[in-house]
Every structure is written in C-alpha cells, then in structure tokens.
Nanobody, 126 residues
C-alpha cells in the first residue's frame, strides 16, 4: 500500500525557517511527482509546490516563490520543503502529495494528485 509519511512541522517565529520532509513508501510507479499543499484554518486547501522526481523540474505558488524550495532525493523517494522567511500567513497544515505521472497536467489542482499524507502543522508566530 502506498503511503506518504511527513515530518518536520512545528512552531517558529516570523522570519525563521523550517524543513519538512515526506517519504513515499512502497511506490509502484517509476515516474512520479511529489509536492505540498497547505490548508489554513477556515480556508480551502491550496497549492504550494511540486517537483518531478524524475527530472527535478519544480513549480511554486506565487506566495512562496523566493522563500520556499523543494528538493528531492529520488533514491529515498523523499522530498524536502525548505521554508525560509516564514510569515504568520504561512501558518497551516501542510500536506504531502504524490501523483503517478512525471508532472500533473495542472500542478495547482489537488484533484490531479492520487496520494496524500496525513498532514503536519506549521505555526508561525508574529
């Protein structure tokens, strides 16, 4: 059974940094993408970033460009989300996701992704 296991959330002050990690266990496909969405209280889940595990091409939401970086370790089926210059508006539950394609047709749509982690809380205090 395919599973996504996330770690690394927590509490940080504004301007600080955090790193999230997510490992895809028992992948049954060779070409896939992994990424992150987030959901703040009272808001819909929104796209953060995604990366092709085969080619390394990455996509970012405008709100995190220049502050967040996604990297991958394909040998470990793991992605990392490096979050810098964090803001209180980044507070949310962050969900790791994966899709059995090189990249989704529409990377920003949650409907394009097949697998989801349980989520990890990131709280940024002002």
């Amino acid at each position: 059974q395919v599973q996504l296991v996330e770690s690394g959330g927590g509490l940080v002050q504004a301007g600080g940094s955090l790193r999230l990690s997510c490992t895809l266990s028992r992948p049954t496909f060779s070409n896939y993408a992994m990424g992150w969405f987030r959901q703040a209280p009272g808001k819909e889940r929104g796209f953060v970033t995604t990366i092709s595990m085969s080619f390394g091409s990455a996509y970012y939401a405008d709100s995190v460009k220049g502050r967040f970086t996604i990297t991958r370790d394909s040998a470990k089926n793991t992605v990392y989300l490096h979050m810098n210059s964090l803001r209180p508006t980044d507070t949310a539950v962050y969900y790791c996701t994966a899709v059995d394609r090189v990249t989704p047709t529409k990377v920003t749509s949650g409907d394009e992704y097949d697998y989801w982690g349980q989520g990890t809380q990131v709280t940024v205090s002002s």
